[in-house]
């Protein structure tokens, strides 16, 4: 279960296979079809955030003006079949999340928190004078998850920066309106 804060209540949610399951803090629990959200294949969190605030119905999309609306209202990405960006880089990495948090506790386990002394990750160096010299890798728990997972850490920061950017000219319509 994931989750996140709306208006100042918190939520816990789970995106499965066949449905998105809700609860409020008080417990309350509503389970939907992921096919009655607008992009079921790749439901997010932004998925479910508006279905919160749309009073857990799942948002209709069926015309340009209501998407507008919505936007407007709400300030959230529509996100796929629209104009607005998608951002694959981060859909892989959310994705995997649980997954890569576990590999990153354990490869910190390893080189600080280890009982009888760290273990470093080491690769084999070409060397003119010697043979198989190992040497550790020197590369951060970051890439090696990213290189794991097939993230590209160059797209990924592209990414972040276009978030930003769209974030800040949201913000900046916002103080205008």
């Known amino acids: ?3 996140m804060t709306v208006n100042g209540q918190e939520w ?3 995106i499965t296979a066949n449905s998105v399951v809700v609860r409020d803090s ?4 509503t389970s939907t079809p992921r096919e009655k959200f607008h992009c079921f294949e790749t ?6 955030k ?3 605030l749309n009073g857990l ?3 209709d999309y069926s015309s340009d003006e209501r ?6 209202k709400h300030g959230a990405f529509v996100g796929k079949n629209t104009t607005e960006p998608t951002y694959p880089e981060h859909a892989k990495l959310e994705a995997v999340k649980d997954q890569s948090q576990v590999i990153g506790d354990f490869l910190e ?8 002394g760290p273990i470093f990750l080491c690769e084999r160096r070409e060397n003119a004078h010697v043979d198989n010299i190992w040497a550790p890798t020197g590369a951060s728990t970051e890439r090696l998850i990213a290189e794991y997972f097939d993230i590209d850490e160059k797209k990924l920061e592209t990414e972040k920066r276009a978030i930003l950017d769209a974030q800040r000219k949201a913000n900046a319509k916002a103080v205008k309106a």
Request: aromatic residues 12%.
């Open 1 to 3: 279960m994931a989750r």
């Open 50 to 52: 508006r279905f919160i």
């Open 26 to 29: 008080d417990g309350k629990q």
């Open 12 to 14: 816990t949610f789970e």
């Open 43 to 48: 439901v997010t969190t932004s998925d479910v």
């Open 57 to 59: 119905k799942p948002v």
């Open 67 to 72: 998407r507008a609306r919505w936007q407007a």
């Open 109 to 116: 386990w390893l080189g600080n928190d280890r009982p009888g």
